[in-house]
């Protein structure tokens, strides 16, 4: 009897543990798919920059885009931001617009975060992370470049030095 009953628990601990690993697994490869590839139209987007100026994707068309994902509290982010800011001043002129947007952050944070760095290219609030989900963005920084035709050329996750930074612009120059 108490060999029957083991082997009734351990089946049904087994079946659980498979159910638990299958739904683990769908998760995951159903996420990838989901995830914005190279190649793909990068998704549209309506924020509000530090200037009061509404800054939607689309409205760049006919230009390269830098699209950068941040938070206040992440070190590669916070050696990142002089660095793009940098590049905005020499690539403006190039026909690539730089937009960086922040994720899930108080208003303040992210001004103060402006102002401590002297940063002056539009920089966003994505409070709610609607963007940051559209663009499957995890882990931070996370960038984009975005061609002129708003096909996405590269995807770069990580901290960027400023050489692979203007590599990576050379590549989005309309």
Aim: net charge neutral.
């Amino acid at each position: 009897m108490k060999k029957k009953r083991l082997l009734v628990r351990s089946t049904i601990f087994l079946l659980i543990s498979a159910a638990a690993l299958y739904t683990i697994y769908a998760s995951i490869t159903n996420k990838k798919a989901d995830q914005l590839q190279v190649g793909q139209k990068a998704p549209d987007f309506i924020l509000v920059d530090q200037y009061g100026k509404k800054q939607q994707l689309d409205n760049y068309k006919g230009q390269g885009v830098f699209l950068n994902f941040w938070a206040t509290w992440c070190k590669p982010c916070e050696t990142e931001m002089p660095l793009i800011n940098k590049v905005d001043k020499k690539y403006s002129e190039k026909g690539i617009q730089v937009l960086s947007i922040n994720i899930g952050e108080s208003s303040l944070a992210v001004d103060r975060f402006i102002e401590k760095y002297q940063l002056d290219f539009s920089i966003m609030n994505d409070a709610n992370e609607g963007v940051q989900d559209s663009y499957a963005v995890n882990p931070l920084p996370a960038s984009f470049f975005i061609d002129k035709d708003g096909m996405v050329k590269v995807i770069y996750t990580g901290e960027l030095t400023e050489e692979k930074m203007e590599a990576l612009l050379e590549k989005i120059k309309p």
